[in-house]
């Protein structure tokens, strides 16, 4: 079954990567970032190993992104609102296609173990089945 773990945060917590504390989330050193992509990389070396690993991106930080809606033309309609200021988004996430729900919360629970900085937010990581559609008759 696949699962699709997603990893939370704000743009505070991207600013605080970069080294600047923002809002809760203290400054990030280069040693603590490479901790953290040191932990992440690892994780992925695993599941890529075990087989497990569907597909597992990092994204752009929250402002970059824009919601869209459509017109009633149908032509699309973007927001310039900013996006993830101040509530949690979708940071990153990893697909997983493993044999059940246990074993997607035992990755989750290695990602939410990922080194931080003293201080830092904590996020649940959202561990979420992929739905394959319906059956359908062949």
Not at 93 to 107: L, M, Q, S, T
């Given at each position: 079954?696949?699962?699709?773990?997603?990893v939370?945060?704000?743009?505070?917590?991207?600013?605080?990567?970069?080294?600047?504390?923002?809002?809760?989330?203290?400054?990030?050193?280069?040693?603590q970032?490479?901790?953290?992509?040191?932990?992440?990389?690892?994780?992925?070396?695993?599941?890529?190993?075990?087989?497990?690993?569907?597909?597992?991106?990092?994204?752009?930080?929250?402002?970059?992104?824009?919601?869209?809606?459509?017109?009633?033309?149908?032509?699309?309609?973007?927001?310039?609102?900013?996006?993830?200021?101040?509530?949690?988004?979708?940071?990153?996430?990893?697909?997983?296609?493993?044999?059940?729900?246990?074993?997607?919360?035992?990755?989750?629970?290695?990602?939410?173990?990922?080194?931080?900085?003293?201080?830092?937010?904590?996020?649940?990581?959202?561990?979420?089945?992929?739905?394959?559609g319906?059956?359908?008759?062949?």
């Open positions: 079954m696949k699962y699709m773990l997603m939370l945060g704000k743009q505070a917590d991207y600013e605080a990567m970069s080294g600047k504390a923002s809002g809760d989330s203290p400054g990030w050193s280069s040693a970032l490479k901790a953290m992509f040191d932990h992440m990389g690892a994780l992925n070396d695993e599941l890529t190993a075990a087989g497990e690993l569907v597909d597992a991106q990092g994204l752009a930080e929250p402002r970059q992104a824009r919601l869209v809606t459509a017109g009633a033309d149908g032509a699309p309609v973007v927001s310039d609102v900013p996006y993830g200021e101040t509530s949690a988004v979708i940071a990153g996430y990893w697909v997983v296609d493993v044999p059940d729900f246990d074993r997607a919360a035992e990755i989750a629970a290695r990602a939410y173990a990922c080194p931080v900085p003293e201080g830092t937010p904590s996020y649940p990581v959202v561990v979420h089945p992929v739905d394959s319906p059956e359908t008759e062949k």
